[in-house]
């Protein structure tokens, strides 16, 4: 069983920085690939940025030059390095494991943080 407990959220003002992070449990980690999303009020959840286990990232438009993910599988950990913070990104993130194991494929979420960017 896979636990992800995201952490690093908060209150900030536009152009700000925060850093998430995401620590899993479980032995894929290393094989996984990490995922960021989020969600604000009313609109459907969205990927942020994602890495794979070989470390190649993907970043939505939105976020791209401003938003760095990346992983330590020392400390089975993904993190999310935000910068230049604009209040469309407030919403609760989410970190996503997904890999594939004995044939079968697997999906995990953590319970989110809220990242609040005021004008």
């Known amino acids: 069983q896979v636990q992800l407990v995201e952490s690093g959220g908060g209150l900030v003002h536009t152009g700000d920085s925060l850093r998430l992070s995401c620590a899993a449990s479980?032995?894929?980690?290393?094989?996984?690939?990490m995922g960021w999303y989020r969600q604000s009020q009313g609109k459907q959840r969205e990927m942020v940025a994602s890495?794979?286990?070989?470390?190649?990232?993907n970043y939505t438009d939105s976020v791209k030059g401003r938003f760095t993910i990346s992983r330590d599988n020392a400390k089975n950990t993904v993190y999310l390095e935000m910068n230049s913070l604009k209040p469309e990104d407030t919403a609760t993130y989410y970190c996503?494991?997904?890999?594939?194991?004995?044939?079968?494929?697997?999906?995990?979420w953590g319970q989110g943080t809220q990242v609040t960017v005021s004008s």
């Open positions: 890495i794979t286990s070989s470390g190649a990232t």
């Open positions: 479980g032995s894929y980690f290393a094989i996984a690939v």
């Open positions: 996503n494991e997904k890999f594939t194991s004995w044939g079968g494929d697997y999906d995990y």
